[in-house]
C-alpha cells in the first residue's frame, strides 16, 4: 500500500505561481509512475503530468505544457508540481497519483493504484 498526501493548494491571482507537494509513505519503492490530475466542478478527472521513477521521463497534458512543471525527490518520497502562470481555467482540485506499472497510456486515471484526497487550486481573474 501508498499512501499520497497532498499540500500546497489556495488561493492565486491570475499570472501567479504555487507549488504543490504530495507526500508519499508506505510502500514506495513498488510506484513505477507519479501523477498529477485535476478535476473541476462538473468536469471528469483530467491528466496533468507524469514522471516515470526510472529514467525520470516527464510528460504533460497540452494544457500545462511550457507552464507546469513535475518532479520528485526520491530521497524524500515527494512528488511536485511547480505551476507557473496560471489561469481560471486551471482552477480545479488536483490529485496526486501513483502506479505500479508504467504505462503508455499514462493520461488515463485508471492506470493509477493509489490516490491522494486532493488540495484545491483556485485562480481568481
Known amino acids: 500500500q501508498v499512501q499520497l498526501v497532498e499540500s500546497g493548494g489556495g488561493l492565486v491571482q491570475v499570472g501567479g505561481s504555487l507549488r504543490l507537494s504530495c507526500a508519499a509513505s508506505?510502500?514506495?519503492?513498488?510506484?513505477?509512475?507519479m501523477a498529477w490530475f485535476r478535476q473541476a466542478p462538473g468536469k471528469e478527472r483530467e491528466f496533468v503530468a507524469v514522471?516515470?521513477?526510472?529514467?525520470?521521463?516527464?510528460y504533460y497534458s497540452g494544457s500545462v505544457k511550457g507552464r507546469f512543471t513535475i518532479s520528485s525527490d526520491n530521497a524524500k518520497n515527494t512528488l511536485y508540481l511547480q505551476m507557473n502562470s496560471l489561469n481560471p481555467e486551471d482552477t480545479a482540485v488536483y490529485y496526486c497519483?501513483?502506479?505500479?506499472?508504467?504505462?503508455?497510456?499514462?493520461?488515463?486515471?485508471?492506470?493509477?493504484?493509489?490516490w491522494g484526497q486532493g488540495t484545491q487550486v483556485t485562480v481568481s481573474s
Open positions: 497519483a501513483a502506479g505500479r506499472d508504467y504505462y503508455s497510456d499514462y493520461d488515463s486515471a485508471g492506470r493509477y493504484d493509489y
Open positions: 508506505g510502500r514506495t519503492f513498488s510506484s513505477s509512475a
Open positions: 514522471i516515470r521513477r526510472v529514467g525520470r521521463s516527464t
